[in-house]
């Protein structure tokens, strides 16, 4: 995300959209009531009366919408703004939906940007110009690859096949594991060019095995290519390499993994010390301590009301915010947790008893 101006009087912000996490950070950031501008399409009022509407050419013209309605499609890469048009060269009052992708420029303006707004637009602007790194967990019969860039996991593939005799030479055991690592070759092998980084893991010899194959084909993949143990394969097997720090040299820059790793220490932080909060209460308690050193929100309370003091708050205090996203496992586990969650600079003992399931 690329901040093009600035407008501090009338709260008018240009930015220009640059990675597909960006698409997510502004279908946040953008709320009803807002006003967006963006270069958009729509047919000409002033050909003639008698023309049907199918039929009147299309212009190119930059409009303002009063925001009514934001959509994400996370799958085809935009987002939809609708509402009536408010500023452009015709049709006002009538509504338009605005269909922004990457390398869209758009205008925002907000009666007051709120926390959580700043720290998503501090977090598109440090993280401009996704990496793509490919994420393979892999073990006999169950594999799963991923995309992860910055604030999107995509998904690539799910392998998963019933492999006959893999503890015997006999039978079709050894055609199966032949097919099946061929299939994951191909795979692995169609993603490469475009990846900055290729990690394959798992918890057997199949990740060794893959990369032995891989470097032999293309010996220029050496520089790109890491390997890791861990305990689960497929999709488990991705949440705990994300989990466990042991790709953090390749993963840093990832807020997806950020996320993983924020969660997973608020979980450990509750149960082997005192220097986690949760729920809004306990959160509340201790930042009026001075406490709070990362705050986890979950997307789902960026507008609720009674959140906003406290993340401006924890914000005047140096306090780190940081926004989970809802879908993916990382969302789950805080949302259990009563949806937001902060790691503490010191202990912190709350002043009601925390309910034993948290």
């Known amino acids: 995300m690329r901040v093009l101006h600035q407008?501090?009087?009338?709260?008018?912000?240009?930015?220009?959209?640059?990675?597909?996490?960006?698409?997510?950070?502004?279908?946040?950031?953008?709320?009803?009531?807002?006003?967006?501008?963006?270069?958009?399409?729509?047919?000409?009022?002033?050909?003639?009366?008698?023309?049907?509407?199918?039929?009147?050419?299309?212009?190119?013209?930059?409009?303002?919408?009063?925001?009514?309605?934001?959509?994400?499609?996370?799958?085809?890469?935009?987002?939809?703004?609708?509402?009536?048009?408010?500023?452009?060269?015709?049709?006002?009052?009538?509504?338009?939906?605005?269909?922004?992708?990457?390398?869209?420029?758009?205008?925002?303006?907000?009666?007051?940007?709120?926390?959580?707004?700043?720290?998503?637009?501090?977090?598109?602007i440090h993280h401009r110009g996704d990496q793509r790194i490919v994420v393979a967990s892999v073990d006999w019969g169950e594999s799963t690859i991923v995309r992860v860039r910055d604030r999107s996991i995509e998904p690539v593939a799910e392998v998963n096949r019933s492999i006959s005799g893999k503890r015997y030479r006999e039978?079709?055991?050894?055609?199966?594991?032949?097919?099946?690592?061929?299939?994951?070759?191909?795979?692995?092998?169609?993603?490469?060019?475009?990846?900055?980084?290729?990690?394959?893991?798992?918890?057997?010899?199949?990740?060794?095995?893959?990369?032995?194959?891989?470097?032999?084909?293309?010996?220029?993949?050496?520089?790109?290519?890491?390997?890791?143990?861990?305990?689960?394969?497929?999709?488990?097997?991705?949440?705990?390499?994300?989990?466990?720090?042991?790709?953090?040299?390749?993963?840093?820059?990832?807020?997806?993994?950020?996320?993983?790793?924020?969660?997973e220490r608020l979980v450990t932080a509750l149960g082997g010390g005192k220097r986690a909060a949760i729920g809004l209460e306990e959160v509340r308690e201790a930042e009026s301590q001075g406490a709070v050193e990362t705050l986890l929100v979950h997307e789902a309370l960026l507008r609720d009301p009674t959140v906003q003091p406290l993340l401006d708050a924890v914000r005047a205090g140096r306090g780190k915010l940081f926004v989970v996203r809802g879908e993916g496992e990382a969302g789950r586990r805080l949302a259990a947790l009563g949806r937001i969650g902060a790691l503490l600079r010191f202990d912190f003992v709350p002043s009601r008893p925390r309910r034993k399931e948290a």
């Open 171 to 263: 039978g079709t055991g050894p055609k199966d594991r032949k097919a099946y690592v061929a299939e994951l070759m191909g795979l692995l092998e169609r993603e490469l060019p475009e990846a900055q980084a290729l990690i394959i893991s798992g918890p057997g010899f199949l990740k060794e095995e893959l990369s032995k194959q891989l470097l032999e084909r293309v010996p220029a993949a050496k520089s790109k290519l890491r390997v890791y143990p861990t305990a689960e394969s497929g999709g488990a097997g991705i949440q705990e390499l994300f989990r466990s720090g042991r790709a953090s040299e390749v993963l840093s820059e990832s807020v997806a993994v950020q996320e993983a790793d924020l969660v």
């Open 7 to 124: 407008d501090a009087k009338t709260g008018l912000l240009r930015i220009r959209l640059e990675t597909p996490s960006d698409l997510w950070r502004v279908a946040r950031l953008v709320q009803p009531r807002d006003r967006v501008g963006a270069s958009t399409t729509r047919r000409d009022p002033e050909a003639p009366a008698d023309t049907p509407s199918a039929q009147r050419e299309r212009r190119r013209v930059w409009l303002t919408v009063a925001v009514e309605q934001v959509e994400f499609h996370g799958f085809t890469r935009h987002v939809r703004v609708t509402g009536p048009i408010v500023e452009g060269p015709f049709d006002q009052g009538r509504h338009h939906t605005l269909e922004l992708q990457e390398g869209d420029e758009l205008t925002i303006q907000k009666p007051e940007f709120t926390p959580s707004d700043r720290a998503l637009l501090d977090e598109g």
